[in-house]
């Protein structure tokens, strides 16, 4: 399960950001993907999976050959799975996918929220073009697949799209969708949100959106109204700023430090029954005309670090991100800090949490003049991963 946002400070300033919250067996790695045509025929997945392979991809290579592809995005993706669970592109287009449950018929060879998500990602400039895209392939291809690594989950799918200039939510079941534009901030988590408050919506449109489409015994169990309930409220009492974001996707039932099984926050860790966990999560910050992504590369937000990720066109051939087996190593390491870290929380937030704010608020002050245009933000990007990994390794060594 996930939680999703968009946060809108002024029209020059804003956020998109998500938790994505997935089998805790399952590796998830963040990347950026240049040349996606080349990448699709020679190596679409990195992980292969039987029956994802066999029932969600065929599909998905039939469509692909009918759109260029032409823009590069930077991904945060499941190693088994082509698509992504959210990403933002070179043009500053991000969208993060929600898994939500469709009354209707459960599809096991359509096409997985994720597939569509990174081929908006590749194919759309802005929002508008993205939530056309969208929109035209549910209405003439099918949604669903099993979106579970070890389990069976079908589902269709709720994106919020976002860009420099404007965000909306964008809700769909079959091939019915309901759009409502964000006008200070908007949560969703697996649950519809929208009901007769769209703007925008398919032909069939819906009366209420939620009580239409919604099954609502599987939504009671994802808990998504509630998170989204959890999440709403917090952006409502905070200013909305880089910490906070960072606040809100560490943020666990009742605002305990500690971790808390289940389903209930937005920082999701694994229980007995329950098998999700917050294995990325993903920041982006937006002002003027440039974007800065910040990202954890690793589960459990509320113990990792979030690192700055620059995404400049005229500087990409010199981002080590663009190299699949960089980024994938990348990656696993921070997912090794965090299991680590997680058998003990607890010695965490008494010794070392301190020290992991005080690097991200350093990382954020040099970040500061690119995000404002006074820099390129090459030189202190590259700083800032220094300083990640000084501090990787000074936290490996106090948690043994």
Not at 351 to 375: C, I, N, T, W, Y
Request: aromatic share 12%.
């Amino acid at each position: 399960m996930c939680d999703t946002v968009a946060a809108i400070v002024s029209p020059e300033h804003s956020f998109f950001g998500k938790n994505s919250d997935r089998d805790p067996e399952e590796f998830q790695f963040v990347y950026i993907s240049t040349d996606p045509a080349r990448e699709f025929r020679e190596r679409p997945v990195q992980y292969e999976k039987k029956e994802y392979l066999e029932k969600s991809f065929p599909l998905l290579r039939e469509i692909f050959p009918h759109y260029q592809h032409p823009y590069s995005a930077l991904l945060s993706k499941p190693d088994w799975i082509w698509g992504a669970e959210m990403g933002v592109n070179e043009k500053g287009l991000a969208i993060g996918n929600e898994a939500v449950f469709y009354r209707g018929a459960k599809r096991v060879e359509g096409l997985l929220g994720m597939d569509i998500l990174r081929l908006a990602l590749h194919n759309c400039r802005d929002v508008q073009e993205a939530v056309g895209f969208i929109t035209g392939l549910i209405e003439k291809y099918p949604q669903g697949g099993n979106g579970s690594f070890t389990g069976k989950l079908y589902y269709h799918n709720s994106f919020i799209i976002k860009d420099f200039k404007e965000a909306v939510v964008l809700e769909t079941g079959g091939d019915t969708w309901a759009l409502k534009e964000v006008a200070d901030y908007a949560t969703i988590s697996n649950a519809y949100s929208i009901r007769d408050d769209f703007q925008q919506c398919s032909k069939e449109g819906p009366g209420n959106l939620k009580k239409d489409l919604e099954d609502r015994l599987f939504t009671f169990f994802s808990r998504g109204d509630l998170r989204q309930k959890l999440s709403s409220t917090y952006l409502a009492e905070k200013e909305v700023n880089l910490r906070n974001l960072f606040g809100l996707f560490r943020l666990h039932k009742n605002n305990s430090l500690q971790p808390e099984r289940g389903m209930t926050s937005i920082c999701i860790h694994p229980g007995i029954f329950i098998k999700s966990e917050t294995t990325s999560s993903l920041v982006i910050e937006y002002f003027q005309d440039r974007f800065l992504a910040w990202f954890t590369a690793s589960p459990n937000p509320c113990l990792s670090l979030y690192k700055p990720l620059l995404f400049q066109e005229e500087v990409l051939e010199e981002n080590p991100f663009i190299d699949l087996e960089y980024a994938y190593l990348y990656s696993k390491k921070w997912r090794q800090l965090s299991r680590q870290l997680g058998k003990k929380a607890a010695y965490f937030h008494s010794r070392l949490a301190g020290e992991r704010d005080r690097v991200e608020e350093e990382m954020e002050k040099k970040m500061a003049p690119f995000l404002r245009g006074e820099e390129d933000g090459q030189e202190v990007w590259l700083e800032s991963l220094e300083m990640a990994e000084k501090y990787l390794n000074k936290i490996e060594s106090s948690s043994r």
